[in-house]
């Protein structure tokens, strides 16, 4: 990657400190790795634009939750993911995988630019 990004770190994600009206049903099935029920959910066609009070979408809980097919399938429907904030859940959450591929993804976009 030729150009250089920090990391601002934001309140952590903390799903069980959450309101329950915060977290919706497809976002607790991305973070608890629910393929099945969150391809339902969208069969049905669940908002996945929703912002929780912190203002995270999904593909926050998708990351946090570690489920790549659950992130691939967002990142299809949105391309326009706020990829550096997404590393930072990765991050949080241990998932060397998904923090590897989110940095090439950042790496490419970066070149592109």
Known sequence: MNGTFSLVWSEPLNVGSLPWSAVTINKSSSFNNSIN???YLLECKANINYLDFGG???????VAGGNF???RIIER???ELKIIDLIEIAIQ???LHIF???YNLLAVSQDND
Request: net charge neutral; glycine share 0%.
């Open 77 to 79: 429907m949105n391309p």
């Open 37 to 39: 029920c969150f391809k």
């Open 69 to 71: 097919e659950i992130i």
């Open 93 to 95: 959450f241990h998932h």
């Open 56 to 62: 995270r979408d999904i593909s926050h809980y998708a």
């Open 100 to 102: 590897n591929w989110l």
